[in-house]
DNA sequence: ACAAAGTCTTGACGACTGTCAAAAGGCTGG
DNA sequence: CCAGCCTTTTGACAGTCGTCAAGACTTTGT
């Protein structure tokens, strides 16, 4: 669906041109959005926060998107499209074990440095979606993305070692996200040594969870 | 320092009966607020809607804490003091692998679907100590203590088991946690088969991370 | 070039927040 | 039993929030 917009539609008969121009502009609301929602988290985030740190007014966001939980799950829509994939060239240009391991760690502490903010948000709005059931479809979605993400790159390391996963997926999901949230939530205190640590960690368990 | 407060100090010349009348005081407001931050999470939780919740009145709140942070701050201190040793008793009790590894499930399971709120709220918690600097040292202490109780669980295991752990004490932590918070964040989709998957994970785990 | 549709700005609204101060109530020591 | 401190209530404050509407500006089809 590509981020579909079931959304505030602005325009009823948008032209052809038009459509695009709309959507181009909700990518970009969004993307600040997400930029700001990354610093504050979303709980100390408004509607005009936001557009502060946007070049456009606080009525543009309204009339863009019906309402905050609009914009918050269009932006969370828009971040998964994004993150889910980050591994997928390793895993397919991998040719063993070892240059799997190295390139998925290798882009693991990557984007945990280059993207701390954005990892941050994601743990935060997972929390809030506990609470705030709009929020729930759109989390489970990318969490469920997630999952598979992970498979994929577990399946494959087994293959390459010759063995098979000696856990499902959810457990396997639940495990890895496990380190990688304890890096992102230590990140700040020491920006140093969290991303070795995690890498070591990471590692360490992959062989555990294949069986020969 | 067992839930000491360095906070609001109301009264300064209390009486001997008075500090503790303070104290308790603190406690079932601490309590209250405690029972609606779980329903409710951090966010979305106000003074007003606490005190609403309580046999109190707003201004009582800030008559015994100095502001929000610092109530929040109190509660969470107050919890840490019930959560950490919740495995203890099964950990000195245990005299087999499967005793410890049957008790510890069977109180994390209980834990689970009993204090499914508090749980929420400590996820929560966690997440928005990254935005908001003064939570950061409760929410780390927190941690800590739960990391040890962890330990003391996995190195006790390894003792009944004959061998030693094959994780150090932070790695071990990551792990159980992401299988709990998962379990924790899922519960309320399927109460039923939740906790049964939870144990049967961990049961698959435990035995991974040790060595002989 | 004109009218219509789309886009954006601005200002306002009601509701809610944390915080505080003034005053009333209750208890205890003398 | 009264004075004085402790406790609580109540009401108000300044600020922020999401939302919306009225109008100005811009683009587009014809």
């Given at each position: ?67 905050k939980i609009d914009l918050i799950s269009y932006c969370v829509r828009y971040y998964k499209t994004k993150c889910a994939q980050r591994y997928d ?19 693991m502490t990557q984007t945990l440095v280059e993207e701390t903010a954005m990892h941050r948000l994601w743990y935060d709005l997972r929390a809030q ?84």
């Amino acid at each position: 669906m590509s981020v579909t917009a079931d959304a505030a539609e602005p325009t009823r008969s948008a032209r052809v041109s038009g459509i695009d121009k709309v959507e181009r502009r909700r990518i970009a609301l969004a993307e600040s959005a997400l930029k700001t929602l990354g610093e504050l988290g979303y709980a100390r985030t408004s509607l005009r926060e936001i557009a502060n740190n946007s070049e456009f007014t606080h009525g543009v966001v309204h009339y863009y998107f019906r309402d905050k939980i609009d914009l918050i799950s269009y932006c969370v829509r828009y971040y998964k499209t994004k993150c889910a994939q980050r591994y997928d060239e390793v895993v397919e240009t991998a040719e063993s074990a070892d240059d799997l391991a190295v390139g998925f760690l290798g882009k693991m502490t990557q984007t945990l440095v280059e993207e701390t903010a954005m990892h941050r948000l994601w743990y935060d709005l997972r929390a809030q979606s506990m609470f705030e059931e709009q929020l729930r479809a759109d989390v489970t979605a990318i969490d469920e993305l997630l999952e598979q993400m992970i498979w994929r790159i577990l399946t494959r390391y087994a293959d390459l070692v010759g063995g098979s996963p000696a856990v499902d997926s959810p457990t396997a999901y639940a495990l890895v996200d496990g380190l990688f949230e304890q890096a992102v939530v230590g990140y700040a205190a020491d920006p140093e040594k969290v991303p070795d640590l995690l890498a070591g960690r990471v590692r360490q368990i992959l062989p555990k969870l294949i069986a020969a």
